[in-house]
């Protein structure tokens, strides 16, 4: 199911808000929390937000575009970041990263309808003795190969949470 | 006061600690370069062009955001300098298209001028092309981001100057581009295509859409834009007798701030519809006369009605969009031509009630304190105004005032307005029930000992008698009647008497009540009370429509006051007169606008002149003055197009536009500035002062000026208001007040408190008749719209009706938005679009004012006591029904 378009509960938005508007410089702690809260920042949270810090909405819409781990579109619950590192590279990283995207039916960037995964690459993760690898949200995964992708997917519903 | 001292360029220079190394250097005569700094903008030190060398470290500094420090050894053309200037230049143009052979800005493009500047003529780096090239689809600007240098002047300049906030940076780095919320376009935006940020772009990335001329023009014309009372200053570009592009004046004056009618709006100079030739009615039809018998036909007309009916059955009627000049002539011919006082000009309609208030109150029917006061003060208090749309440049300076300089904001108004969102505190009174609340104002203001004993004691007349007046006035009853709570009442009260420098500002929505007048004074007693009435960065303003709304009263534009405000029963001041013009003036005060539409349809008028205004489309019970204008034995009509009142017409005469003539505007604030001729009159038309002075001479009574110096001269003299100095472009600020002060008061007596009441409803509102419904002033639009409906950007870009009405009352009557509708008043009937509004609560819905194709007045019935200081010309009630000839739309 696309849940991409669910509706949002509001309720949260207008308590997080109060509790930081009266802050100095309470922008980007207030934004971080509503991501915390909402997994990213509602597009249409941004006027409500200019509105209570009396800030200009385009403004405030600058303030998150400028940084990149501040999101304002759905996040899926696990990242999955591929290492695009040179030792990855040499040892097929590209063709981890397509096996990916296959596997998800996603590019990169992207979240997958179901909010379960988004894909990210990574310029190098340090385990270049593991290459190629990849990285699903804390958990290093180590010397990749196609039938290991497919498993690695398959395991939808178990929690990738470093054990 | 301390001082740094450095060295820049060899050479030993002091300046104050706060000043940047570009501040300095400018002031020593020293040139820096510089792309992204622009004066009146805060300098944010993006484009690094301006960057310099201290020797003492070596270290390449921005010059525009580095304050100077002692002992800095500055160089602004070392070699390492200029080498990284030149590559800062290279790397913009190395991602800055390569079109300048087409591009629009042409030689007016900075940074083509700051390549050439530097000898750079190729890159000579890989290219990285920027993409995203956006299209709008409105008429104004076109913006083209691949040309974008982010500089951040369009972000500041919307940021800062005009306070809309529409733009700013979205992305970072290389991606990085000014946009708006969502990155809709301009037209979905807070964008209210002011063209601030057109003027200050420095590329192309910015631009003007739909001139006829783009490239760099040498002529410019300092004038005064033609629109709404702010008076702004303007710079017409002119090319083969056309004025090709419109642009904020000079920026040492200001900031440099326009509208998007004064930036967009004056295309209407070259309408294809302007008259051409004058025109007298035969059989019905129109035919182009020459000048000398259109005039001759006129002044015939003129002399018979004056000896066969005698002088009173004939009025002028002038306009507050002419000259003061012009104004001053056309009473002058009026009074001792005609012989008649029946002369009033357009801004009576809703400035009447406020002046009479003024000339009661402090003696002088006018505002008190000058524009730029307001960056100083500490609170303003807005009542029944949307200066957003009926006075944008004070809209600007109010939310300048309170988001750069923390000045409290105050705001009683039914309807949300687009100040809603600065205000500290707004009070929303029931409708019509402002008087009430005022005066709780001034009850909480004495009973909570805030006044300034002081200044009452010394400088006002009248105490005693408002202090009995509201002896008895119960908080209690107001809070019910207005609907605003005791807590909000005393809050607002608290704010506005211990806030120091107080503001007023007040608009038409307070005028033209039935009780306008009382308004205003309850207002000036506030102002007394506090001791804000002359007070700098205190004081009341009303905000008028009209260019010269105040300039054609002070010209005795008025049926009851000579030019300078000398009642005309005031025998010494009618002499001093007489004498001058040698004539016998009339004793008796004359008809007001209202009044002379009602007598003409009666037939007690016989011959109308009308300048520049356009009563059909304007004038509340607009069928009726149609009605009462053809009827009149002779209507003579000067204006620049063929408007619905100049239809009714025996004689048109075609009129020159402000562009096209000399002379002076007052704005809302007494300012009298400058208009210049740009441009040579259109075809046959005239500068309205010269048909004047032709008409009068046709009637073989010549006025004796040839020249309008010899107007301006004899205006001074007789005119102690405008006895300063006219040839500089505007008197200092400092000693502005002074004249003002000195000129503006020849009651020469202390402000008088003046006791008002509230009176409810006579009448319980018709149950047939449950809408209560403003005609509101549109920001696309101008007076009855003669001019701004013909300017073809302006017209095209707001070309539809909408009823804005409250969801929920659209909902009780299950109207959609988009579903047509008919509102219907006891006098009339239109056509209409639903729309649902937030800003509007219950049983209120509005109209856009100023549409000459679709005339909100017919709704409006003429009051009957005909008194214009008491015309509720701004709301009247309606039912609304929904349109049975054809479905809703989906």
């Known amino acids: 199911m696309n849940q991409k378009n669910r509706e949002i509960d509001w309720s949260r938005l207008n308590e997080i808000i109060a509790e930081h508007c009266q802050e100095r410089w309470s922008l980007i702690p207030l934004v971080q929390e509503i991501q915390n809260e909402y997994g990213y920042i509602p597009p249409d949270a941004i006027p409500i937000i200019a509105d209570k810090l009396k800030l200009f909405p385009s403004a405030v819409q600058g303030v998150i575009s400028f940084y990149a781990q501040l999101y304002t579109e759905p996040r899926g619950r696990n990242t999955v970041r591929v290492c695009r590192g040179t030792a990855c590279h040499v040892r097929g990283g590209k063709t981890i990263l397509k096996l990916v995207k296959k596997e998800l039916g996603i590019d990169e960037g992207e979240t997958t309808d179901d909010l379960e995964y988004t894909l990210e690459t990574v310029a190098c993760i340090g385990v270049c003795a593991l290459a190629p690898s990849l990285v699903i949200n804390q958990q290093v995964y180590g010397r990749m190969n196609p039938k290991k992708v497919g498993q690695l997917f398959k395991r939808k519903d178990e929690n990738h949470e470093p054990a | ?890």
């Not at chain 2, 800055?96 to 007016?108: E, I, M, Q, T």
């Not at chain 2, 009247?876 to 049975?884: N, Q």
């Open chain 2, 1 to 890: 006061m301390q001082t740094v001292t450095l060295t820049i360029n060899q050479q030993e220079v002091s300046g104050h600690p706060e000043m940047t190394i570009l501040e300095l250097a400018r002031e020593s005569g020293i040139i820096i370069p510089t792309l992204c700094h622009h004066a009146s903008l805060n300098p944010i030190g993006a484009c690094r062009i301006c960057l310099v060398e201290n020797e003492v470290n070596g270290a390449l500094l921005a010059s525009c955001v580095t304050p100077i420090a002692s002992g800095m050894i500055i160089n602004t053309e070392s070699s390492r300098v200029l080498e990284h200037r030149k590559m800062i230049l290279k790397l913009m143009l190395a991602s800055h298209p390569d079109s300048c052979l087409v591009c629009d800005k042409g030689n007016r493009c900075q940074l083509r001028q700051m390549a050439a500047e530097l000898g750079i003529g190729s890159s000579e780096l890989d290219r990285i092309p920027q993409t995203a090239v956006t299209e709008e689809v409105n008429p104004f600007l076109i913006r083209d981001m691949s040309k974008c240098i982010l500089c951040a002047r369009c972000i500041r300049a919307c940021q800062e100057l005009v306070i809309e906030g529409a733009l700013d940076y979205y992305g970072r780095g290389f991606k990085a581009k000014p946009a708006t919320l969502f990155k809709s376009p301009l037209e979905n935006s807070e964008c209210t295509f002011c063209g601030t940020c057109v003027a200050l772009c420095p590329t192309g990335a910015l631009m003007e859409k739909e001139e006829f001329y783009r490239g760099t023009i040498g002529t410019v014309v300092e004038s005064t834009c033609p629109y709404c009372g702010c008076g702004c200053s303007i710079s017409l570009e002119v090319k083969e007798n056309r004025v090709a592009r419109v642009k904020p004046a000079a920026e040492d004056t200001g900031p440099g701030t326009l509208c998007v009618k004064g930036s967009y709006g004056c295309d209407f100079i070259h309408s294809p519809d302007r008259l051409t030739r004058p025109l007298v009615k035969e059989n019905g039809s129109f035919k182009e006369v020459s000048w000398d018998e259109a005039l001759a036909v006129t002044a015939d007309a003129f002399s018979r009605i004056k000896d066969k009916h005698g002088s009173d059955s004939l009025a002028v009627f002038g306009s507050a969009n002419c000259t003061n000049e012009e104004n001053y002539l056309l009473q002058r011919f009026a009074r001792g031509v005609l012989g008649t006082n029946n002369i009033d000009n357009g801004s009576s309609l809703y400035y009447a009630a406020a002046r009479q208030a003024f000339y009661d109150s402090v003696g002088f029917p006018g505002i008190t304190y000058t524009l730029n006061d307001l960056t100083g003060t500490d609170l303003i208090l807005v009542v029944g105004a949307e200066p957003a749309a009926s006075a944008p440049l004070i809209n600007y300076e109010i939310k300048r005032a309170v988001k750069l300089h923390g000045a409290k904001l105050i705001l009683i108004d039914p309807r949300k307005t687009k100040l809603t969102l600065f205000a500290d505190c707004w009070l929303r009174p029931e409708v019509d029930t402002d008087l009430m609340l005022l005066n709780s104002l001034a009850k909480v203001i004495i009973d909570e000992n805030l006044v300034d004993r002081e200044f009452i004691a010394r400088k006002t007349e009248n105490y005693q008698e408002l202090l009995d007046s509201l002896a008895t006035f119960s908080l209690e009853t107001a809070a019910e009647v207005t609907g605003v709570s005791l807590e909000q009442i005393r809050l607002a009260a608290g704010l506005y008497a211990t806030a120091g420098k107080a503001a007023i500002i007040f608009g038409t929505g307070i005028m033209q009540q039935l009780q306008g007048t009382e308004n205003v004074k309850a207002l000036l007693n506030l102002a007394l009370l506090t001791g804000n009435i002359w007070r700098k960065g205190g004081g009341l303003r009303a905000l008028l429509r009209e260019c010269n709304a105040q300039g054609a009263c002070d010209m005795g534009m008025l049926p009851d006051f000579l030019p300078g405000y000398y009642p005309v029963e005031d025998l010494p001041a009618r002499k001093k007169f007489e004498t001058h013009w040698q004539a016998n003036l009339p004793s008796k005060p004359g008809l007001n606008a209202l009044e002379m539409m009602q007598m003409a349809g009666e037939g007690k008028i016989k011959g109308l002149l009308i300048t520049g205004e356009n009563p059909v489309a304007g004038f509340p019970g607009s069928a009726l003055v149609e009605e009462a204008l053809a009827s009149l034995d002779f209507l003579v009509v000067q204006d620049l197009f063929l408007t619905e009142t100049a239809r009714l017409a025996q004689v048109v005469l075609p009129a020159a536009s402000f562009a096209e003539k000399e002379g002076t505007f007052t704005n809302l604030e007494g300012r009298v500035q400058k208009i210049r001729k740009a441009i040579e009159p259109l075809a046959e038309s005239r500068p309205d002062w010269k048909i004047i002075l032709q008409l009068a001479a046709a009637m073989n009574q010549p006025l004796p000026f040839n020249s309008l110096e010899q107007v301006q001269k004899e205006l001074e003299e007789l005119v102690p208001l405008y006895k300063y100095d006219w040839e500089e472009k505007s008197p200092k600020e400092e000693d502005y007040w002074e004249t003002m002060a000195e000129h503006r008061l020849p009651l020469k007596r202390f402000p008088r408190f003046s006791p008002v009441e509230y009176l409810p409803p006579l009448k319980a509102p018709d149950t047939q008749y449950p809408f209560i419904l403003l005609a509101e002033s549109a920001l696309f639009h101008s007076g009855s719209g003669s001019r701004s409906s013909k300017s073809g950007r302006l017209s095209r870009f707001s070309a539809s009706y909408f009823l804005q009405m409250n969801k929920i009352d659209a909902d009780m009557m299950k109207l959609q938005p988009g579903d047509r509708v008919k509102i219907v008043s006891p006098v009339g009937e239109l056509p209409a679009v639903v729309e649902h509004s937030e800003s509007l609560p219950r049983g209120l819905v509005s109209l856009p004012r100023s549409r000459s194709d679709y005339p909100v007045a017919l709704l409006f019935s003429s009051p009957p006591e005909t008194s214009a200081s008491s015309s509720a010309l701004q709301r009247c009630y309606v039912r609304i029904e929904r349109s049975c000839s054809d479905e809703p739309e989906k």
